[in-house]
């Protein structure tokens, strides 16, 4: 709950907004609330997925990061050609830290940079041959790939590269699947379009190759996980509460993801998401075309967890809804020792998160676990169908910020005082020379895992080790510089 009043905040958006000329202040001002529970749609009061204002600093990423870096690139087994200049590649790989089990080079290739290495020549006579001898080259230095995706760069879209041509070709050759994916950084708004571009890839290229096959032996409690990348082992942590309840878990991906898995999916009972930004969109495919049901989940902190597993097991009969329970009070004692533990050092403290497009609403109930209040929160590339799930988990008169600009997160933070500070890379350095706590939260600060009971173990354990590091008491927030000390310190 925040420590503010509706007007309060209605006050600091518009003292935030001031600066900005009238153009830009009206276009801003639709991306920041104040929140109101009982708002059944968020469109009435916060505007979204609209590019960003030129000229400001906004944190988002390209079709070609939603492609390449989230959806594609962890799948383990297959080789994802960045087709285009190098520094996309080098830039992606290896950066958000998707775990998987295998040798790398050998049958894992999820770190590896593999790019087409675009020069001035490939600029005016077109990369299509480049690629064809690119993917000869892959199937000879590393054979057991089980497929390739080309992941479109900015100069593709531009010089009009045929890379469907080119895939086909390559895909009778080898007989393994050559995706093309026109994820080039400059289409959409932001990184949300490459989402529903390799979604869509997906669908058409890779869903339908075992529609046929009718050697997979399925149970009643086929269900997947999608849309959990395995940050720091996210999926695996998750994966071991289903699996204990009695769910058999066909296909996880895309983090530690096979192709064989993503071809059985269309086997399953049941899809489980977790990021509904990013892949909702196939899953409404899986449901018109092959009937497959899907719910989301939220396996962040005991309450929501307990919440997700009880809604599952609804989903079965009486034995999964037994295991369910079962695995609810086989860690009763753990989360709730953790509890016991850090709860009494976090209590109160306030947290303002930015993140990507689920963790601002499904990390909030972790915190609150811990007694601690989540005092803003905002996306950097949500719809408003985000925003909607967004409001009922926060308090009255919270803020709510959308693809906020740094000077406006920089001037909320002065004004709200945050104990704690969860958002990206991008911010995170700013912020700690500011003297505020901080943690990264698209990749867990190298840490991790931080979904299922154990993850929220690590994730209790790390809030502490930030807040409560004796480390600021040697820096100085610049609202307790100068006048400000004076002032506060007679409060």
């Known amino acids: 709950m925040s420590n503010m009043t509706r007007e309060q905040t209605e006050t600091l958006i518009e003292e935030v907004l001031e600066v900005y000329p009238d153009t830009a202040k009206k276009d801003r001002a639709k991306h920041l609330t104040v929140n109101d529970p009982s ?86 006579f077109g990369g299509d041959k480049k690629l064809d001898r690119l993917i000869d080259e892959i199937e000879t230095l590393f054979p057991l790939n089980k497929g390739v995706t080309v992941q479109s760069e900015c100069p593709i879209g531009l010089i009009g590269d045929d890379i469907e041509a080119v895939s086909k070709k390559k895909h009778a050759d080898t007989g393994k699947p050559i995706v093309p994916v026109r994820c080039e950084g400059f289409r959409g708004v932001s990184q949300s379009l490459g989402h529903h571009i390799a979604n869509d890839a997906v669908r058409d290229w890779m869903l339908h190759n075992r529609d046929n096959d009718n050697g997979f032996e399925s149970t009643p409690y086929d269900v997947t996980i999608i849309g959990d990348y395995n940050i720091g082992g996210d999926a695996w942590s998750s994966r071991i509460l289903l699996e204990e309840m009695g769910l058999r878990v066909i296909a996880q991906w895309s983090g530690d993801g096979t192709v064989a898995e993503i071809e059985n999916t269309p086997k399953a009972k049941l899809n ?29 902190g005991p309450t929501k967890i307990a919440e997700s597993l009880r809604a599952i097991a609804e989903r079965f009969d009486d034995t999964i809804k037994e295991g369910a329970e079962r695995v609810i009070a086989k860690y009763r004692p753990e989360f709730e020792a953790v509890i016991a533990k850090y709860r009494p050092r976090l209590e109160g403290r ?54 906020v600009t740094g000077y406006e997160f920089e001037e909320f933070v002065k004004k709200v005082r945050p104990d704690l500070i969860g958002s990206g890379i991008k911010e995170k350095y700013i912020f700690q020379k500011m003297g505020v706590p901080f943690r990264q939260m698209h990749s867990w600060d190298y840490s991790g895992p931080y979904h299922g009971y154990d993850g929220f173990a690590i994730f209790a354990r790390d809030m502490d080790m930030t807040v409560n590091n004796p480390c600021w008491d040697n820096m100085t927030p610049p609202w307790l510089k100068g006048a400000g000390a004076s002032s506060l310190a007679a409060e």
């Not at 990021?275 to 497959?292: A, D, P, T, V």
């Not at 989540?374 to 950097?380: I, K, L, M, Q, S």
């Open 350 to 403: 306030k947290v303002m998160l930015y993140v990507g497009g689920l963790r601002p609403r499904h990390i909030i109930g972790a915190y609150e676990d811990l007694g601690m209040d989540v005092v803003g929160t905002g996306y950097e590339f949500a719809h408003n169908d985000d925003y909607d799930r967004t409001l009922k988990e926060m308090g009255n008169a919270t803020l709510i910020y959308d693809d």
């Open 272 to 300: 489980l998401l977790h990021c509904y930004r990013s892949m909702n969109y196939i899953s409404r495919h899986m449901e018109e075309k092959y009937g497959i049901p899907w719910m989301e989940y939220n396996f962040f």
């Open 39 to 124: 708002i059944e749609a968020s469109k009435k009061c916060i505007t979204s997925n609209r590019k960003s204002l030129p000229g400001v600093m906004t944190i988002r990423g390209c079709a070609y990061a939603g492609s390449k870096g989230v959806v594609w690139g962890p799948i383990k087994d297959m080789v994802h050609v960045s087709h285009g200049p190098v520094g996309c590649g080098q830039y992606s790989r290896a950066g958000r830290r998707n775990y998987y089990v295998g040798a790398t080079g050998v049958n894992t290739f999820g770190t590896m940079n593999f790019t087409s290495d675009f020069q001035e020549k490939d600029i005016v």
